[in-house]
């Protein structure tokens, strides 16, 4: 964001995010201690589980995983305060994301949107049948009228596929 000259004028409030990801847990392998007592206890229970399972599961496992956190840490990092949104939902949520940002700059509940997908993939091979990656792709989006400069934009035919975007976007200012 700091390229963008003038992004500082718009306020914190005017300032949006929109982001899509694919759904994502903590590693599993921090899920093996809890997994192999409860299995050694010799009852599968719920309350076996509850008793034996959940005490030695990282208290930051699930959080490790949330798709908002890129939202989260990202709007806290750039004071976006004002209209935001995030998807989870693949293959699909770069596009929403994107969808969702032109709307709500094309609407005026915002004046500057950061929007764009990302995904960890890396550890899901067994999943995807293939090596995972990560990749992430973020622009600004303004109104016509603003006074919020890039610079020179170059136009892109294909953006690629991975992961949160099914879609290719081209960017042209």
Do not use: H
Not at 14 to 40: C, F, H, L, T
Not at 54 to 68: A, E, M, T
Not at 158 to 172: I, M, Q, R, T, W
């Amino acid at each position: 964001m700091e390229n963008f000259l003038g992004w500082k004028q718009v306020p914190p409030t005017r300032r949006g995010m929109y982001v899509g990801g694919s759904p994502q847990s903590g590693d599993a392998e921090d899920m093996i201690p809890a997994m192999e007592a409860w299995k050694n206890s010799g009852d599968l229970s719920l309350q076996s589980f509850t008793d034996q399972a959940i005490p030695l599961i990282p208290p930051l496992w699930l959080v490790k995983g949330l798709s908002n956190n890129i939202l989260g840490y990202a709007a806290a990092q750039w004071d976006l305060q004002g209209d935001n949104g995030n998807w989870c939902d693949g293959r699909k949520s770069g596009a929403i994301a994107l969808n969702n940002a032109i709307q709500a700059v094309a609407e005026g509940r915002v004046d500057l949107a950061l929007v764009g997908g990302a995904d960890c993939l890396v550890g899901a091979d067994r999943v995807l049948g293939r090596p995972g990656a990560e990749g992430a792709a973020f622009l600004v989006l303004v109104p016509g009228e603003s006074n919020i400069s890039a610079g020179e934009w170059e136009e892109v035919e294909e953006g690629g596929e991975l992961g949160a975007a099914s879609v290719s976007v081209g960017v042209a200012r």
